[in-house]
């Protein structure tokens, strides 16, 4: 049976988060996490969104526009290992939650896709911009070329947090080359240690 890790990762969302929240969204693609992130944020939250192809935006913009939520989100034409430098250090260690969903645009050129590199950067960007407590969800499509590649790596980046104590993980679906699969990765406040 196959998981819907898309309503799997809203669950894990729901249960966490709040509205007047602090949300990003990393890989913003036809803004479906968007729209949700601007839901639960409410009128007091803010959606930071962020994504390297500009019909990507435009997908997102319009997604918001028909829902009546793009006054609660800032949209960002740039990578996502970008989005702690580009949202500036006053973010640093305030956000709730950031979202990723790592591959390619469904229906777009598949060239243009995340990269194991960029990907390792943002998740370095993304850990920075949490609050303790805060999340990244983590989807993980590797049917491309690199895919493979790239979801090794944050698996081993995912391990590397959950080893040293930082992070609480959760996992969902198959890890291998053919399936996706999705983790939530809880920062624990300093001192917290492993439950």
Same mark, same amino acid.
């Given at each position: ?7 799997? /990762? ?6 966490? $988060?709040?509205? !007047? +929240? ?5 890989? /913003?693609?036809? %803004?479906?996490?968007?729209?949700? &992130?601007?839901?639960? *944020? ?11 192809? #500009?019909?990507? &935006?435009?997908? @997102?913009?319009?997604? &918001?526009?028909?829902?009546? $939520?793009? !006054?609660?989100?800032? =949209? ?10 580009? $949202?500036?250090?006053?973010?640093? %260690? ?7 969903? =790592? ?10 896709? @995340?990269?194991?590199?960029? @990907? $390792?950067?943002?998740?370095? /960007? /993304?850990?920075?911009? =949490?609050?303790? %407590? +805060? ?10 070329? +690199? ?17 040293? +104590?930082?992070?609480? =993980?959760? &996992?969902?679906?198959?890890?291998? #080359?053919?399936?996706?699969?999705? *983790? ?8 917290? %240690? #492993? *439950?």
């Amino acid at each position: 049976m196959k998981i819907n890790l898309a309503a799997f /990762a809203h669950g894990f969302a729901r249960e966490r $988060l709040r509205a !007047g +929240g602090f949300f990003v969204d990393a890989t /913003a693609g036809n %803004g479906h996490d968007t729209e949700f &992130l601007a839901e639960i *944020a409410g009128t007091a939250g803010r959606v930071d969104a962020f994504d390297v192809q #500009p019909e990507a &935006l435009e997908a @997102t913009r319009e997604r &918001l526009e028909r829902s009546g $939520l793009s !006054g609660r989100v800032s =949209l960002h034409l740039c990578g996502h290992e970008n989005m702690a430098e580009r $949202l500036g250090s006053a973010r640093l %260690g305030t956000a709730d939650a950031v979202f990723f969903n =790592l591959g390619y645009l469904p229906r777009s050129d598949r060239r243009v896709k @995340t990269r194991a590199e960029t @990907t $390792l950067r943002a998740l370095d /960007a /993304a850990w920075a911009l =949490l609050a303790p %407590g +805060g999340f990244i969800s983590l989807t993980v499509y590797a049917r491309h070329e +690199g895919g493979f590649e790239e979801s090794a790596q944050v698996d081993a980046w995912l391990e590397k947090m959950r080893g040293n +104590g930082d992070a609480e =993980l959760f &996992l969902c679906g198959a890890h291998n #080359p053919v399936e996706p699969w999705w *983790a939530g990765v809880v920062k624990r406040a300093r001192g917290a %240690g #492993p *439950a």
